[in-house]
């Protein structure tokens, strides 16, 4: 019988680790991906686009506090709303490991298309 975390197909099961390693090698591939040209953009574009990053961070995390405070949500939820929101599937499950809550993945999942699309018209509509 696998254990609680491990993960099994055709009756093998993999250990804890693989996961950790595969997640660190993922992000390292990224990086290789994205490094050369992050210099020169963030030289031309940085300010602009890090200020709009912090508004937009600001806007999701205000929304995911006003909903809890409105819908009365708990800790759990209103962390779902604002991984969703902000598209960050790490934040789901540090949010799932720290308040070890079930309802954090459904919200989760309601609010992570608006996030993308959200997101999505920001960087379009931002230059102009």
Not at 83 to 97: K, R
């Amino acid at each position: 019988m696998a254990t609680p975390g491990a993960y099994k197909h055709f009756g093998y099961t993999l250990p804890q680790g693989v996961q950790t390693i595969g997640l660190a090698l993922f992000i390292y591939a990224v990086g290789l991906q994205a490094g050369p040209g992050f210099v020169s953009s963030f030289r031309r574009h940085g300010l602009p686009m890090a200020l709009g990053v912090i508004a937009m961070v600001t806007a999701g995390a205000a929304t995911a506090y006003l909903c809890c405070r409105v819908f009365g949500f708990d800790a759990g939820t209103g962390a779902g709303l604002l991984a969703g929101g902000m598209t960050s599937t790490p934040a789901l499950a540090a949010a799932v490991e720290l308040v070890g809550h079930h309802r954090a993945p459904a919200a989760f999942g309601v609010t992570y298309g608006f996030g993308m699309l959200g997101g999505a018209l920001f960087v379009k509509l931002l230059p102009r």
